[in-house]
């Protein structure tokens, strides 16, 4: 079952696709089925890719590792998001290879939320476990 907010990836042309409504579908491209891409939240990486967030009053900024992560064309951070608990709420900022890796949130209801990043050579990672 495909479910919201998953993400999912061609391992053929390298699409990734998001689920917006639960449905029971496989999901295909390129006459494959796509596959789930599942995060992690741990990291053996020199880059340190797992993200954090840092409480600055009334906002909250996502930062992805706890040493600078490479924005360079060939490897960089292609979006961080924050997903509330309920995975009602969904904040994305898509970042360019030059840009620093981090996203600031003014107006997310909750204080207590997933933050995910994605790199382009390493994958999905997150600040919670996969449940």
């Not at 994605?118 to 600040?127: A, D, E, K, P, R």
Request: proline residues 5%; contains cysteine.
């Amino acid at each position: 079952m495909a479910e919201k907010l998953n993400l999912y990836k061609c391992e053929i042309c390298g699409n990734i696709v998001e689920v917006v409504i639960d449905g029971a579908g496989t999901l295909i491209c390129c006459g494959e089925e796509m596959k789930l891409l599942k995060s992690r939240s741990t990291d053996g990486m020199p880059e340190k890719h797992v993200p954090f967030v840092e409480h600055m009053g009334t906002s909250h900024v996502i930062k992805v590792g706890s040493q600078p992560h490479p924005m360079t064309n060939e490897h960089f951070i292609q979006f961080i998001e924050a997903i509330s608990d309920d995975r009602r709420y969904l904040k994305r900022k898509y970042l360019n290879p030059d840009e620093e890796p981090e996203m600031v949130i003014k107006c997310l209801e909750e204080d207590d939320f997933e933050a995910r990043e994605y790199c382009n050579i390493h994958g999905l990672y997150s600040n919670k476990e996969n449940e």
